[in-house]
């Protein structure tokens, strides 16, 4: 028999918003959390005065679960989004919040005239390949020594209209 207290209550839906100053000390915790080389919690505060409209912070249960950075880069061609950093803190993963910061990041970049976003993974990340891979992206090619440790990057796209 189940009881009332047995039901385990889902996970509430993360709040999706842009991120302000006073999110930075929790994005760079997240960050920590996530990468063996972490970005600077100045470069953070940086790339929000940069990219104001690409830049999103998932709440969950009154806490900053995850954050997106993304940027516009125009190619004289084409207009596309760049992620440029993504993490949900490990207490929160496997919760959604990871794909509605992308969807949201995605809708961004669409609104801003995008054809497209690319972001960069490392080679030995199965697990974020698999997940951007079921959100739509494909590997285009391979960047050798992208990261401070000497590992390769694939870079991925994702198209939305051609």
């Not at 806490?63 to 929160?92: M, Q, R």
């Not at 992206?137 to 939305?160: C, H, S, T």
């Amino acid at each position: 028999m189940i009881r009332s207290h047995d039901i385990i209550p889902p996970y509430s839906t993360p709040i999706i918003r842009r991120a302000t100053l006073a999110d930075i000390p929790w994005i760079d915790q997240i960050e920590n959390e996530v990468f063996v080389d972490p970005w600077e919690p100045g470069v953070f505060a940086e790339a929000l005065g940069y990219y104001t409209s690409t830049y999103f912070v998932a709440v969950c249960e009154g806490k900053i679960a995850g954050f997106v950075v993304g940027a516009l880069e125009d190619t004289g061609e084409n207009i596309y989004g760049h992620l440029c950093n993504f993490a949900v803190s490990p207490d929160f993963q496997k919760r959604g919040i990871g794909t509605a910061l992308m969807r949201r990041i995605e809708q961004q970049f669409a609104l801003e005239s995008a054809t497209g976003a690319q972001l960069e993974v490392r080679e030995s990340n199965l697990r974020a390949q698999r997940f951007y891979i079921r959100l739509g992206y494909q590997p285009v090619l391979q960047m050798g020594g992208y990261y401070a440790n000497g590992e390769d990057a694939l870079v991925m796209m994702k198209w939305f209209r051609f």
